[in-house]
């Protein structure tokens, strides 16, 4: 299997989490149940098993894979490069939109987001076709393309539906116990959390990404590819909107960083409870926050 297939990195990365929780001496379980804890296919866990064997992760040897060593960070996927090709055109995109403090009526044109982004045209353009009936780009006839603006009226509706979706995703996520996956990138955002704040001051903007990371592992779990797309222009109003009051952006941040370190060290302590007061938390400052400080058109 292709080492470029972001699918495959994905899984590999969580097989390395699993062996890491096992330990050393330990064995892997059969492929069918990797299959089923990975969330992946029989073919894709063969190849990440024969990878593991090759670089002296596991000893396969028959049916028994034994854990010989624990994963080195060398051992992983950079993160970036377990985005699907859609996925790594939509987060450049948002970034593209937070860095560029970008007005209402600014142009994009496809060709330099293209080589801005390093991705083919046609990728860039099947991006803005489907991001654009939400509203908020627009195509002119044969020419390029326009940000909108967005009102307060439009953004309490996008509002509502989002506490709609993630609080049944909530729901959803607590009614079963959490699989070896769901834990682990649980820990990595706990982890990659606690470093931001540590250094908030120079790291701030960098903030957008883990907050997308956190609410997609709220609602990956619905499967649902209504939700999935809806939260396509939620990551643009809410995680990467371009009219938010700079000035305010670091401490915006930082709140909005400690309320997502309480929802996960709820979920990884097993407290329901806590957890859905916290995330409902969230999103009632979430909604605050940005009837406060968002230059409305």
Known sequence: ????????KVIHNRCLDLVKSLGPGE????????AA???????????????????????????????????????????EETLSATERVETAFMEYILSGDLKPGAILR?????REFAVSHSAIREYLIRFSRFGLIE???????????FTRDFAIEVFDVREMFELRALRDL??????????????ALAKQHKALLERIDDDFLRFP????????????RLHNRFVDDFFALVSLIFHFHYRWNKALEKDRNRYAAIEHLAVIEALLKGDTVQAETAFRQHLQSARQTLMDSVQWD
């Open 37 to 79: 804890r990975l969330d992946a296919s029989r073919t894709t866990v063969r190849a990440v098993l024969e990878h593991l064997n090759a670089t002296g992760v596991i000893r396969w040897s028959g049916r028994s894979k034994t854990i010989i060593r624990l994963p080195a960070p060398p051992d992983y996927f950079a993160e």
């Open 110 to 114: 496809e060709s330099e987001l293209a």
């Open 139 to 149: 195509k002119k006839p044969n020419r390029h393309w326009v940000l909108n603006g």
């Open 209 to 220: 990404r883990l907050d997308e990371r956190f609410h997609k592992l709220i609602t990956a």
């Open 1 to 8: 299997m292709s080492r470029s297939n972001s699918v495959y």
């Open 174 to 187: 607590l009614a079963h116990p959490l699989d070896a996956a769901t834990l682990a990138e649980l820990r």
């Open 27 to 34: 064995d892997l379980p059969p492929e069918t149940e990797l």
